[in-house]
């Protein structure tokens, strides 16, 4: 089994309830998780019903939805304490290395939303 990227998750951390930035996307999303987590909120999402096989359309596509938020839903983003694209790889067995490129788009659409990228690599399964 050779190394692979998964998905890319959206996590926002905050003091203040969230709930607008959920509702407001709706189906697009999956909430994987919102609840307490330390002295915030963490809310959790994956695209809904939508494969990618990179990192740069999940996260045009998740930057989309925030660019699209009205403006309640957009002051408590802006105000959120931790806002991240997590992009998710299975490592693997063989020695072929993976790699995945975040295309300058993506990239500068993550600036104007003021996320952070985190990579998390999963043990082999």
Known sequence: MTTKYL???LEIDSIDDVTPIVEEFGEAVVCLYYAPWGA???AAFELAGVVFQDASACIRTFCALVEGLGPEARA???GCARRVFDIGFE???ERDNCQQSIDHDALAQ???VRAHLVITVYPAQ
């Open 40 to 42: 915030h909120k963490r």
């Open 110 to 112: 993550v600036a104007a």
């Open 7 to 9: 998905n890319t998750d």
């Open 91 to 93: 490592a693997g067995r």
């Open 76 to 78: 408590l983003w802006d």
